[in-house]
């Protein structure tokens, strides 16, 4: 572990954030004296080389348990490694094999469930969730496979919420889906979009790509062709109980995707579709097609600890996040303090920050943040 002072040196990273730093309240004048906050780094898990258990393979999630410990997935180890909130490592979550609590592919998303004492960790192919006591004992392997999950949040400790990518290969349609699924059963429990059209350059799937929080038991979904700022909240039956808009936000415009290839736009944040074309010189070609713009107005979506709603500015390099009310009123604006390479997704809840930084060229790592009066 290496202690930071105020800047720190990485590459694209995915954000978690919750509104406790590590296992302590934070306090709540910040919201209620101040209406300019920021992120900062403060201390860093990873190495290039040592401690075998601070050298990550390939980070893809985190999370921060209710004990203030911090838990990160790795693709390439196939396990998970739980450290304290001071960065020490504590123990390990699964290993690689066919036995019970083993990965036989790589895990990837990893969720306290919110109302119990579980870890779930979702494995790779066969669409399975482990789930784990606190201590890291195997409970319990939920077969729940899936279309191409493009995010995922828990409502409570038995419902999921999976948005994903389908295709119809009599057809070749593509369908998003935004369903809330028993992860007890594997059973639907209510559809809250879907989107379906031919696989082919003029096709709009603007409308198939949303942006996911979990809070309170109800999920908050924000659609990429809102022309103003709007999140819809709804129930896990799929009842639409409240939409929230601000109308000071300007309003957006659609981007038409260029015919080269080479000039797609990068869009942060928004899963891209590639699809298979044929040239006017009859060669096969791969086309990303009709996504939206660069900046959509809020490109991630994340509940804190008091419900509040954090929504990203844009796409790319998005560091800076609104927190609002339930009726849309801003309470505050918070800046990720990052290097400008950064860029950052930024997830929430009760129990610390902290930032993963999975694309450096050098080696993985972990940083742990905190929320301070700007």
Same mark, same amino acid.
């Given at each position: 572990?290496?202690?930071?002072?105020?800047?720190?040196?990485?590459?694209?990273?995915?954000?978690?954030?919750?509104?406790?730093?590590?296992?302590?309240?934070?306090?709540?004048?910040?919201?209620?004296?101040?209406?300019?906050?920021?992120?900062?780094?403060?201390?860093?898990?990873?190495?290039?080389?040592?401690?075998?258990?601070?050298?990550?393979?390939?980070?893809?999630?985190?999370?921060?348990?209710?004990?203030?410990?911090?838990?990160?997935?790795?693709?390439?180890?196939?396990?998970?490694?739980?450290?304290?909130?001071?960065?020490?490592?504590?123990?390990?979550?699964?290993?690689?094999?066919?036995?019970?609590?083993?990965?036989?592919?790589?895990?990837?998303?990893?969720?306290?469930?919110?109302?119990?004492?579980?870890?779930?960790?979702?494995?790779?192919?066969?669409?399975?969730?482990?789930?784990?006591?606190?201590?890291?004992?195997?409970?319990?392997?939920?077969?729940?496979?899936?279309?191409?999950?493009?995010?995922?949040?828990?409502?409570?400790?038995?419902?999921?919420?999976?948005?994903?990518?389908?295709?119809?290969?009599?057809?070749?349609?593509?369908?998003?889906?935004?369903?809330?699924?028993?992860?007890?059963?594997?059973?639907?429990?209510?559809?809250?979009?879907?989107?379906?059209?031919?696989?082919?350059?003029?096709?709009?799937?603007?409308?198939?790509?949303?942006?996911?929080?979990?809070?309170?038991?109800?999920?908050?979904?924000?659609?990429?062709?809102?022309?103003?700022?709007?999140?819809?909240?709804?129930? *896990?039956? /799929?009842?639409?109980? &409240? @939409?929230?808009?601000? #109308? $000071?936000?300007?309003?957006?415009?659609?981007?038409?995707?260029?015919?080269?290839?080479?000039?797609?736009?990068?869009?942060?944040?928004?899963?891209?579709?590639?699809?298979?074309?044929?040239?006017?010189?009859?060669?096969?070609?791969?086309?990303?097609?009709?996504?939206?713009?660069?900046?959509?107005?809020?490109?991630?979506?994340?509940?804190?600890?008091?419900?509040?709603?954090?929504?990203? *500015?844009? /796409?790319?390099?998005? &560091? @800076?996040?609104?927190? #609002? $009310?339930?009726?849309?009123?801003?309470?505050?604006?918070?800046?990720?303090?990052?290097?400008?390479?950064?860029?950052?997704?930024?997830?929430?809840?009760?129990?610390?920050?902290?930032?993963?930084?999975?694309?450096?060229?050098?080696?993985?790592?972990?940083?742990?943040?905190?929320?301070?009066?700007?």
């Amino acid at each position: 572990m290496r202690k930071l002072k105020f800047t720190v040196s990485t590459c694209f990273c995915l954000l978690l954030v919750s509104m406790a730093g590590c296992g302590t309240d934070v306090d709540a004048a910040l919201f209620s004296e101040v209406d300019s906050l920021r992120l900062i780094p403060v201390d860093t898990i990873g190495v290039l080389m040592g401690d075998s258990t601070e050298m990550f393979g390939n980070i893809f999630d985190a999370t921060i348990l209710p004990s203030g410990e911090l838990i990160v997935v790795d693709l390439l180890k196939r396990c998970a490694s739980v450290f304290n909130s001071s960065g020490q490592f504590v123990r390990q979550i699964g290993r690689p094999g066919s036995g019970p609590g083993e990965f036989q592919h790589s895990p990837t998303y990893v969720f306290w469930l919110p109302g119990s004492e579980l870890i779930a960790i979702r494995e790779d192919v066969t669409g399975d969730w482990l789930t784990y006591s606190a201590a890291g004992e195997f409970t319990d392997r939920r077969d729940l496979a899936e279309n191409m999950i493009m995010d995922i949040v828990f409502l409570d400790d038995s419902t999921a919420v999976y948005y994903t990518m389908g295709v119809e290969w009599n057809t070749l349609d593509v369908s998003y889906s935004v369903q809330c699924v028993d992860t007890d059963t594997g059973e639907p429990v209510s559809d809250i979009l879907f989107h379906e059209r031919p696989m082919e350059p003029s096709s709009d799937f603007i409308p198939g790509y949303v942006m996911l929080a979990g809070g309170n038991g109800n999920l908050y979904l924000s659609r990429a062709d809102s022309q103003h700022w709007s999140v819809e909240i709804y129930s *896990r039956d /799929g009842a639409l109980l &409240n @939409t929230i808009e601000r #109308t $000071d936000v300007t309003e957006r415009q659609h981007v038409i995707q260029p015919e080269s290839e080479e000039e797609t736009p990068v869009i942060p944040g928004i899963e891209p579709f590639t699809i298979m074309t044929t040239g006017e010189n009859g060669l096969s070609m791969t086309k990303t097609t009709n996504l939206p713009e660069d900046h959509p107005i809020i490109s991630a979506l994340a509940i804190d600890s008091e419900d509040r709603l954090w929504s990203r *500015r844009g /796409g790319f390099p998005g &560091n @800076t996040w609104d927190i #609002t $009310d339930t009726e849309g009123n801003r309470i505050a604006v918070v800046d990720v303090v990052l290097p400008d390479s950064v860029c950052h997704n930024l997830i929430i809840n009760s129990y610390g920050f902290i930032a993963i930084d999975n694309r450096s060229s050098d080696f993985h790592r972990v940083y742990i943040m905190e929320l301070q009066e700007k």
